[in-house]
Nanobody, 116 residues
Framework: QVQLVESGGGLVQPGGSLRLSCVASGRSFIMYRMGWYRQAPGKERELVADITRTRFTKYADSVRGRFTISRDYAKNTIYLQMNSLEPDDTAVYYC??????????WGQGTQVTVSS
């Protein structure tokens, strides 16, 4: 059974940091593009960052320079280091594993709230 389990969300003040983790199980995800998406209330889900098998990364303009995505093949885990958080970063963050559109999986999401 394929599972993606996110953790690390929470409440943080503006300017603070959080690190999200996503542990994948049920198969090897070496060949998959792994990504983080987020969805704020009343808005569509959007790509935050993703990372390919060769560790090529892509970021949304709104987070570039503040967020860093990484992956650990030995632990079948991806991370999202989020620094200089802003209230507009408040959303549910989802982990995704995608194999060129042929096979895609989602985690259950973790809430990130940036507020003073």
């Amino acid at each position: 059974q394929v599972q993606l389990v996110e953790s690390g969300g929470g409440l943080v003040q503006p300017g603070g940091s959080l690190r999200l983790s996503c542990v994948a199980s049920g198969r090897s995800f070496i060949m998959y593009r792994m990504g983080w998406y987020r969805q704020a209330p009343g808005k569509e889900r959007e790509l935050v960052a993703d990372i390919t098998r060769t560790r090529f990364t892509k970021y949304a303009d709104s987070v570039r320079g503040r967020f860093t995505i990484s992956r650990d093949y030995a632990k079948n885990t991806i991370y999202l280091q989020m620094n200089s958080l802003e209230p507009d970063d408040t959303a549910v963050y989802y982990c995704n594993a995608d194999l060129a559109g042929r096979d895609s999986h989602w985690g259950q999401g973790t809430q990130v709230t940036v507020s003073s």
